[in-house]
């Protein structure tokens, strides 16, 4: 007996101070930070001023609205975009090219989203490739403005946050039996009918963890919108970014930090209640 | 609609059109930076002016090739370092919470299960500034009380790593925990039977077991970690690694070399992801 306590010790001392210091602390100490204020008198004292003042200056919470749309938004944008390739993947494909569409899934996860993000501004410039094409073709004459948009904003976060989609969706339609599909359409059932009524049904755990995994990329993103975005896309990781390394006031920072915890928090949440899913779900 | 099924010609087509649009999407950011890093042109835009590899070999001052850039190693060998150092700690931590929660009962595990799953919904900026804000009010605890002052507890190095790791670790508990769950117990409690020690039979018996995915687990880590942004960039001392430079690159000074650097680094992966498809394979 005293020697397997012995080995549980050797795995959970590791273990508590990696949750304990790594991440119990840090964020107990960014929710006290929050509240910390230097008055006039330069004390640092207990107040709300770090939340106050988000509520005070619209652009704050603008911002914060607007990141949380958008976030919701693009989510579902990449469900829809990526939906049929992952059923064309897992059910029409022949199996023999299957494993070669999804390593080409797989390589721009791994290359990382400041190459890929890199990819569409030399693509997505005034000069850049898609403009010189059409200008070449003969069909624009003058380029158009797409870096430095919303658009491009969204086509970034979208390519870098949908491949999370793909993979958790496609584990989820592999275990659905083609018979069933067979037998709708025998019974008469539109393709409209079979995918509402049995593909996305099935399909609905994997679409809840890709979903969060999605949105959770997109709402704590920085590079996309940063890179991409315009002066007026302004993402609510921008606005912490900027008190942390720009303007130096950490604990109005921390206090936006621990906002935009508790909305990806609630929402994540939400979404877990709604499909009655489990977190550890999540990353599998 | 699936393969045993007739379609319609223009099901057929429309759809086969879809999936190309889809992986055209997919591939175009990677292809035009492979390709622009060979044109002979000091600016990032078509047009195509010939083919050179300046931008990888070249020594002027005017174009600083790749291999020629001593920053740019630098940092790429900084991002190398870390990596090793992340993959190294989280594989050893993860599997230690993968056996812990898969076999072991105590009280509070839903709780410490719970922590243990918590980074997957943290979004990266949040774990950046929590583990910056917490590290220096540590340092500064420590300088006050005890007058030692540690480097390491400010934007470095270390932290870079220590903040990788609070999430790496997740996904390797994940990993290995996914493989454990496969894992037949009775072969343990053969090797108890036989008076091995709890901790001989986990390492001649479980970890054999567990090795593709621990090994499996220890790549996954190493990329998350070369790749990562989000977290560093809070965290980052004098040594910039390789995001932050490139990152800092497009920001300030825009050269055809960033194409070289993604090149080498699409190549890369590339590479490692058809070797993992044919070792898959073979089993």
Redesign the interface.
Known sequence: MK??N???Y???I???L??ML?????????FL?SFQFENDDGVTVLSFNNYLSFFEDSIYWLTFLRTALYSISITVLAFV??F??AF?LT??V?RKYS?F?V??????I???????I??????L?D???IN??LIYLGIIDTPIVMLYTDFSMIIGLL?MSMLFMIIPVMSALDSLD?SL??AA?DLGAS?WT?ATKIVVPHAMPGIASGG??VF?LI?????APN?LGGKSSLWF?EQ??NF??TTIN?SQ??AF?FL??ML??AI?WGVLKLTGQK??R??? | MIRSLPNSKFYKIGYRIYISLFYIFLTIPLVTICVLAFNDSNFIALPWEGFSLDWFFSDTTERLGLFADEDLLISIWTSIETGLFVAFLSTLVGTFAALLFEEEKFRFKGLLYFLALAPLVIPGVILGISILLSSTSAGIYIEDNFGIYIESLGPSFWLVVFGQFSFCATYVMLLVGARLKKFDRTLEEAALSLRASRLESIWYVTIPFLRPAIIGAFVVAFLISFSNFNTTIFLIGSDLTLPVDLYTRIRFSLTPVLNAVSLMIITFITIAAVINIFVNRKK
Do not use: Q
């Open positions: 020697k397997r012995l080995t549980f050797l795995f959970i590791p273990v508590l990696w949750l790594l991440i119990v602390f840090p964020h107990v100490d960014l930070s975009v990526t049929p390739v064309y059910k029409v022949s494993s569409f390593l080409l899934l797989l390589i721009p791994w290359v990382g989203e400041l190459v890929t890199y990819g569409w501004m030399i693509l410039s000069y850049g490739v010189s094409f390519y083609d599909i067979e359409s393709k079979i969060i995994m959770m709402i704590g993103d920085y590079v890179i990781t912490i970014y942390f390394l950490w920072g921390a930090g935009l915890l990806s928090s994540i977190l550890e999540v990353g599998s």
